[in-house]
């Protein structure tokens, strides 16, 4: 059983820039697709990024293009996120993925989440 972890948000001015990480126990991460999702309040959760196997592959939503950037240590277990150029329609609480599937539809699992707040 997989088990995630984030930690790194928090509250910032716009502009600003955050690393968030995300660590697995219980089962190693290789073989699986990681990715970064976020939930704003009153909003449906919505996905932001994803990275294959060997980081050979990421894929963004369109709106955060160029402002953000997954990866990941197999090594190390964890997944990053950096955000950078942040803006207040960035505040959401952003929750780590791991699956099989690239879209994340076949069996997710979920970290609890980390809040990230974005001030004007």
């Known amino acids: 059983q997989v088990q995630l972890v984030e930690s790194g948000g928090g509250l910032v001015q716009a502009g600003s820039s955050l690393r968030l990480s995300c660590a697995a126990a219980g089962r190693t991460l290789p073989s699986y697709f990681l990715g970064w999702f976020r939930q704003a309040p009153g909003k449906e959760r919505e996905f932001v990024a994803g990275i294959g196997y060997a980081s050979d592959t990421t894929y963004y939503a369109e709106s955060v293009k160029g402002r953000l950037t997954i990866s990941r240590d197999n090594a190390k277990n964890t997944v990053y996120l950096q955000l950078n150029s942040l803006k207040p329609e960035d505040t959401a609480v952003y929750y780590c993925?791991?699956?099989?599937?690239?879209?994340?539809?076949?069996?997710?699992?979920w970290g609890q989440g980390t809040q990230v707040t974005v001030s004007s």
């Open positions: 993925a791991a699956d099989q599937n690239r879209q994340f539809r076949l069996a997710p699992k």
